[in-house]
């Protein structure tokens, strides 16, 4: 069964400090993963995308990184700040067009504490 | 930067009444979406539209969902009698391809 898990549920850091979430995914065939951010109240906001043979993508202070053969990913927070507390989920598409076996992991609950 | 908008921001129904929420995708979108997203659970993915009609549909989106994009820019959604589950998040998106999609600011959807 396709799933994408992700760790940690939730998580708390300082302002300032760098963080790392955890997304792993079973979806097979793959065509390519997002990562997201969600303000409380909002829509998905997309960070990054990657495909197949991409190991790593910057944003600004996000950094995704894929690793196909293990089918896990990560994505970094450098230098948190204030505005980065939101959920952040992992989305993985599957090897061919279709919306509907796009697979939303449940989020990392992110809190930056001042 | 275009975005997608979304109206309106909340609505309150009761049980049994019907809700049409309306969106205005980014003008060059060629595929539109509907997901919700219940209190605490994951994002679900409710139906897409593409070339004025339906592409795919979920086991959600049954005979009581459906949607419309009557004037080439408004994106609707109707829930033609609500039921308690049905209250949610619904977030509109739209995409010039079937890869990045982007999202509205959603409606929060309270049934009672």
């Known amino acids: 069964k396709n799933q994408v898990e992700q760790s940690p549920q939730s998580l708390i850091i300082l302002e300032g400090k760098n963080c790392t979430l955890q997304?792993?995914?079973?979806?097979?065939?793959?065509?390519?993963l997002r990562w997201y951010k969600q303000d409380t109240g909002r829509g998905p906001v997309s960070l990054t995308i990657?495909?197949?043979?991409?190991n790593t993508k910057s944003n600004g202070r996000y950094t995704a990184t894929l690793d196909a053969d293990t089918k896990q990913s990560s994505l970094h927070i450098t230098a948190s700040q204030l505005s980065d507390s939101a959920s952040y989920i992992c989305?993985?598409?599957?090897?061919?067009?279709?919306?509907?076996?796009?697979?939303f992991g449940s989020g990392t609950r992110l809190s930056i504490r001042p | 930067e275009p975005e997608v908008t979304q109206t309106p921001s909340h609505q309150v129904t009761q049980m049994g009444q019907e809700v049409i929420l309306r969106c205005v995708p980014i003008?060059?979108?060629?595929?539109f979406y509907w997901y919700r997203q219940i209190l605490g659970q994951k994002v679900e993915f409710l139906v897409s539209?593409?070339?004025?009609?339906?592409?795919?549909k979920s086991e959600i989106f049954d005979d009581q969902f459906s949607v419309e994009r009557p004037d080439g820019s408004n994106f609707t959604l109707k829930i033609r009698s609500t039921k308690l589950e049905d209250s949610a998040m619904y977030f509109c998106?739209?995409?010039?391809?079937?890869?990045?999609?982007?999202f509205g600011p959603g409606t929060r959807l309270l049934v009672l």
């Open positions: 989305v993985v598409s599957p090897g061919y067009s279709s919306a509907s076996k796009i697979i």
């Open positions: 990657m495909t197949f043979s991409e």
């Open positions: 539209f593409y070339n004025n009609e339906i592409s795919e």
């Open positions: 003008s060059n979108h060629l595929y």
């Open positions: 997304c792993n995914y079973t979806v097979s065939p793959f065509s390519n």
């Open positions: 998106a739209g995409s010039w391809t079937t890869e990045t999609q982007y």
